[in-house]
């Protein structure tokens, strides 16, 4: 039996003897001794760090280590219980999470939590900065505009912004201390008042009136330019074709034209 063209009495180790060339033939390179079919008979646990798998008749890298295609099996990163290179790991020793790039760590990073069932870190609620589960927050984020709400374990938006069902929450329109969208205030900051659009103002414009109590603008009486209340106006405009009676405090028609229910005044014939 020859290797490298010298005469041996047996084939050594990795080497097995071919019948028909009547010589060593390298094994497959995971085998410490194999049959002349390729299959593994023994391995070596100690330098190859690998053991034999009776089903697959292979020499497998022990727990800790994964294949490169060479004799000897490398190392995983830290934590691994299996792997399938240096920078993946499979399934994590105990104590270990899978991390979401897929490495073992002994803690899992902000927004997602410890899953002791599947060792994994799993993903927490959009709102969460951290969280106990993926239902319940533990704590929240200020660069998300989200502050903790005890009662429900979630991160609400802060005053101003609203809830898009993503991680940061989204700011309101101008003036409003609440909303539902870029388009609809609920509520307004003191020094605003909402309007009939649903948006809200720090002055009301000219044919509305401040209600206080209601933090709303209402519309003035019809004709009125600008007014303090409901039925009493403070001015009227000329385009209007009014002028204002100081006894009614009402913008009453110019001569030839008369009150058509519109704020326009009409000609008359």
């Not at 410890?114 to 994994?120: A, F, L, P, V, Y």
């Not at 989200?146 to 609400?156: D, E, G, K, M, P």
Request: glycine fraction near 6%; charged fraction near 10%.
């Amino acid at each position: 039996m020859f290797v490298d063209n010298l005469c041996y009495p047996s084939c050594p180790s990795r080497y097995y003897f071919d019948n028909l060339g009547l010589n060593c033939q390298a094994c497959p390179y995971d085998c410490f001794t194999c049959d002349n079919n390729a299959n593994c008979l023994t391995c070596d646990a100690f330098a190859d760090l690998r053991i034999l798998s009776g089903t697959k008749t292979r020499c497998l890298p022990i727990v800790g280590y994964f294949d490169n295609s060479t004799h000897v099996s490398a190392g995983c990163p830290l934590g691994c219980y299996s792997c399938t290179s240096s920078t993946l790991c499979t399934r994590c020793q105990a104590n270990y999470f899978l991390t979401p790039n897929q490495l073992c760590d002994n803690t899992c990073p902000s927004r997602f939590y410890q899953d002791s069932n599947s060792r994994s870190c799993q993903s927490c609620r959009y709102d969460c900065f951290t969280c106990i589960n993926g239902f319940s927050c533990s704590s929240c984020s200020a660069t998300d505009f989200r502050t903790f709400n005890w009662i429900t374990l979630s991160c609400n938006p802060i005053l101003g912004y609203f809830d898009t069902g993503n991680t940061t929450a989204v700011q309101c329109p101008q003036g409003c201390s609440a909303c539902s969208s870029l388009t609809i205030c609920s509520y307004c900051f003191s020094g605003y008042f909402m309007m009939s659009d649903s948006l809200c103002y720090a002055q009301c414009p000219l044919r509305y009136y401040i209600d206080y109590e209601g933090q709303t603008c209402q519309a003035c009486s019809v004709g009125c330019l600008s007014c303090q209340q409901k039925g009493t106006c403070l001015s009227c405009s000329s385009t209007d074709f009014r002028r204002l009676d100081s006894t009614s405090q009402q913008c009453v028609p110019l001569i030839g034209y008369y009150d058509n229910g519109t704020n326009v005044c009409v000609k008359c014939p």
